[in-house]
């Protein structure tokens, strides 16, 4: 089945400071689907990007699809302790597959 | 709430027992997910609903394992013979397919955490 390899597997940072996670396939993905989920919480959906070499803003949060659609990345411009927990990438696929994920602390 | 609801939220049993759990999706979803999260890992995927038929099971999902969706609604998750290998978190989350087949947005229960004892 489709999977794709995220990293770092986790990142500590200082508050303030920027973080991104990577998500890489072997194979070309349709579309691709980052989640977040906080300690104790359940997965929640953040974006889906679609087209080849998209680049998508959530306030802090962007997020960039590559031009061969192979890759993504999830950047936090100037974190916060509210951004802590882990950030899954998803292959597009129909049942959601997720990895390990990447686990984000923020130290105040 | 309009949200994916799931029940129990914890469950404590004994080795041996059989339990099930309850996933209640977004009305007008068709998709219905059961994944297993253990502490440090991402969701596994268990089995895939698309209304009542259940399509596709995860060869994680042994024959203890049952799952049903009997009126394309409502779905429970029956574990036989619990073994504490069976302690986890178990999620639900729903889905509506796109005409065009393309996966849209899951939404996820807050899960029911099994303690197997």
């Known amino acids: 089945g489709q999977q794709v390899m995220q990293i770092p597997q986790y990142q500590h940072v200082q508050e303030g400071e920027d973080f991104t996670t990577y998500c890489n396939s072997s194979?070309?993905?349709?579309?691709i689907q980052w989640y977040k989920q906080r300690p104790g919480g359940h997965p929640v959906f953040l974006i889906q990007l679609v087209k080849s070499g998209e680049v998508k803003k959530q306030k802090r949060l962007t997020f960039q699809f590559g031009e061969a659609k192979k890759n993504s990345s999830l950047h936090i411009t100037a974190t916060q302790t509210t951004d802590v927990g882990t950030y899954f990438c998803?292959?597009?696929?129909?049942?959601?597959?997720f990895g390990t994920g990447t686990r984000l602390k923020v130290l105040a | 709430d309009t949200g994916v609801s799931q029940d129990p939220r914890h469950k404590i049993t004994k080795r041996g027992q059989n339990v099930t759990f309850r996933c209640d999706p977004i009305s007008e979803h068709n998709r219905l997910y059961w994944y297993r999260q253990t502490l440090g890992q991402g969701p596994e995927f268990l089995t895939y609903f698309q209304n009542e038929a259940q399509l596709e099971k995860s060869r994680l999902l042994s024959d203890r394992f049952s799952a049903e969706r009997p009126k394309g609604s409502f779905s429970t998750l029956e574990i036989q013979r619990t073994e504490q290998g069976d302690s986890a978190m178990y999620l639900c989350a729903s889905s509506l397919s796109s005409a065009e087949d393309l996966n849209t947005e899951a939404f996820f229960g807050q899960g029911t955490r099994l303690t197997v004892v």
């Open positions: 194979t070309t993905l349709s579309n």
């Open positions: 998803d292959p597009g696929t129909y049942k959601y597959i």
